[in-house]
């Protein structure tokens, strides 16, 4: 499959003295979902918002389809750490701040805010606020607003981190799904492993800072994915206790 994303050699230090990552090289193919794990404070966050072009480089440099990364981008969405609502915009006005944003017209607006409602299951909810919604509910919100620019890169950080299991797993079901009908190429960051097989084509496993890509995981588990089908597969406990004893022995050193 072709590269979308490419990180080569990226370094950052934040002006407080701490370097974040040193060298850090990954490469993300096209349609793929790459999910990210790795120890807290490691440089997770910091790397998708360099990939997001929210922050800049020391060295190194990040493209997306050949074109070094300079600043946001129309073609790359973020579902942040958090929900990153707005909490005085409705459910719809918070799914089409992105295409306000980018000067969207009025017709093409609605047709995608109604389509993303229906999508990620929040009809009857388009005037709410979000402090009237669920964890979950709030979640299905910035993923909806993510989706309705149609982004070429989805980059996801720690989406469903503060959700309680049940609606982690039926909104990793949802994003399976979603996936299916339109596949766009993902950076998933995660503290869960079971959860990044489950997305994931492939995991990166991140050593602590500054950051270099330990190990990378091929998931050898075909789909369409549900998260029930991949806890089932006979690959899944391999992988599973392959991406533990990295994180292990990184703790350990
Ligand atoms: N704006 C900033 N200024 C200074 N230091 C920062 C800044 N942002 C992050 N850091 C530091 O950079 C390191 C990496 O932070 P980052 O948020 O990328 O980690 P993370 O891997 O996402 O962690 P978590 O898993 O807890 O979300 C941390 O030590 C953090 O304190
Ligand atoms: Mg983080």
Redesign the pocket.
């Known amino acids: 499959m072709a590269e979308l994303i490419r990180v080569e050699g990226a370094c950052k230090r934040f002006p407080n003295g701490v370097e974040v990552f040193a060298g850090l090289d990954l490469v993300v193919a096209e349609g793929e979902c790459l999910c990210i794990v790795g120890p807290s404070g490691c440089g997770?966050?910091t790397l998708l918002r360099a990939i997001d072009g929210l922050i800049a480089l020391d060295a190194g440099r990040i493209t997306i389809a050949g074109g070094e990364v300079r600043g946001p981008r129309r073609d790359v969405a973020m579902v942040f750490?958090g929900f990153g609502l707005f909490p005085w915009k409705t459910v719809e006005q918070n799914i089409a701040y992105g295409l306000e944003m980018a000067g969207a017209p009025r017709p093409l607006i609605r047709e995608r805010v109604a389509r993303q409602v229906e999508l990620v299951g929040l009809r009857g909810f388009e005037r709410a606020l979000p402090h009237q919604l669920s964890g979950g509910m709030r979640q299905r919100v910035g993923l909806a607003r993510a989706l309705a620019v149609e982004p070429d890169v989805l980059l996801m950080?720690?989406p469903f981190g503060s959700l309680d299991a049940l609606t982690r797993e039926v909104l990793q079901d949802e994003l399976l799904r979603i996936w299916q009908a339109r596949p766009v190429t993902t950076v998933f960051?995660t503290h869960s492993i079971e959860e990044a097989i489950a997305l994931g084509d492939r995991v990166v496993v991140l050593g602590p800072r500054p950051a270099r890509v330990r190990t990378v995981l091929e998931v050898d588990i075909p789909r369409p994915r549900s998260v029930a089908s991949v806890v089932a597969h006979p690959s899944f406990v391999r992988l599973r206790d392959r991406c533990w004893s990295v994180l292990r022995d990184l703790e350990a050193a």
Do not use: L, R, V
């Open positions: 997770k966050t750490q950080d720690e960051i």
